[in-house]
């Protein structure tokens, strides 16, 4: 099998590339969080958020030549009831890699430009995917999983970097600003709600998804971790102090149903192992992001409450994190090396 060429690759380039930005950044912030237990983990951090920089500048090019020179295969991927759910991926790395500026930094400027420009795309992402949905009739049962919540959850990713931001801003762009966090957080989480419903009918009343879309089970942990720190980050730039003490008691509730769920993800993904149903794919990365967005969680929760399970916690999912961003990143290295990652499937 030959290496396929540069306009192969951009034809059929997989718009789920992109959960590796996540899934490498938000090891990057949880790894410079807990540097502040950990002071040599700083540089480690360091290292990962300009992997990172590098890593979404070469995945951009063959994602943009895609839609410029292929429209035609990018239009049918964003019609498809499975792929199409990925493309969100591009504008949440922008959301994710403006989060990164601020805290390595801060790279206002830099910070602001990757917000501004996440913030449009996906607010376009989320209405073009769900816009095909609603119109068509080509989505099943069988299409239900958690990757449903890629849309919902760079929404509510925006306050992220979003609510720290808004110190940087005044006047109407600060309004503006404000009013973009506050519409993302809340038809996110709204999303979230009505999607997780959705998910836990299929996976009582229908058969499993299996397979490459086995990692997605993990996808649930990343609403769970996102939501209540950017309602926390929106909270903490508001003149309501009420608000961070009801914030603070969410984060704690809705982390409480993300330590039972990384025990259930855990079980069915051993499960799937154990039944050689588990193939590698780039679906792997979908183990990173949601993972990292817990522990990001927990450590914040640690800060407020100071139990020590939290802590704990925290650094168990971070652990978890490296060892599933080491196997992956070697996986997918493998793959681009061969050009089998390259090749288009059915």
């Not at 959960?19 to 912030?29: D, E, K, R």
């Not at 995945?59 to 990018?74: E, G, H, I, Y």
């Not at 068509?136 to 049962?141: D, F, I, L, R, W």
């Not at 979003?162 to 404000?178: I, Q, S, Y």
């Amino acid at each position: 099998m030959s290496y396929p060429n540069f306009s192969t690759i951009a034809r059929s380039f997989a718009p789920g590339w992109f959960a590796a930005v996540m899934g490498t950044g938000v090891l990057a912030l949880s790894t410079l969080a807990l540097s502040a237990w950990w002071a040599p983990l700083a540089g480690l951090a360091q290292g990962l958020h300009w992997f990172n920089v590098i890593l979404f500048s070469a995945l951009a090019v063959p994602w943009l030549v895609r839609w410029l020179r292929f429209p035609q295969a990018a239009m049918q991927t964003l019609q498809h009831p499975v792929q199409a759910n990925f493309y969100p991926t591009f504008s949440i790395a922008l959301l994710v890699m403006a989060t990164q500026w601020l805290q390595f930094g801060p790279y206002v400027c830099t910070a602001m430009a990757f917000w501004w420009a996440g913030v449009v795309l996906h607010f376009i992402f989320s209405f073009a995917v769900l816009f095909f949905m609603f119109r068509g009739e080509h989505v099943a049962v069988d299409h239900v999983t958690p990757a449903k919540f890629i849309p919902a959850v760079g929404l509510v990713v925006m306050p992220l970097a979003g609510g720290p931001l808004l110190t940087h801003m005044d006047g109407a762009l600060r309004e503006w600003a404000l009013t973009a966090n506050v519409v993302g957080l809340g038809a996110g989480s709204m999303m979230y709600l009505g999607l997780l419903g959705m998910t836990l009918q299929r996976k009582y009343l229908h058969k499993p998804a299996q397979g490459v879309l086995t990692p997605t089970v993990w996808i649930h942990l990343a609403p769970i971790g996102v939501i209540p720190v950017s309602f926390m980050n929106l909270a903490e730039q508001l003149p309501y102090p009420v608000m961070r003490e009801i914030a603070a008691v969410l984060m704690a509730l809705v982390w409480g149903f993300g330590v039972w769920w990384l025990v259930m993800a855990s079980l069915l993904t051993w499960s799937a192992k154990a039944a050689g149903q588990l193939p590698f794919a780039l679906s792997w990365w979908g183990f990173t992001f949601p993972l990292g967005a817990f522990a990001v969680e927990s450590l914040r929760l640690y800060r407020i409450f100071g139990w020590s399970s939290m802590l704990a916690i925290g650094v168990l999912a971070w652990l978890m994190l490296c060892a599933f961003w080491l196997l992956t990143l070697w996986r997918t290295s493998r793959g681009v090396w061969s050009g089998a990652i390259f090749q288009p499937h059915p």
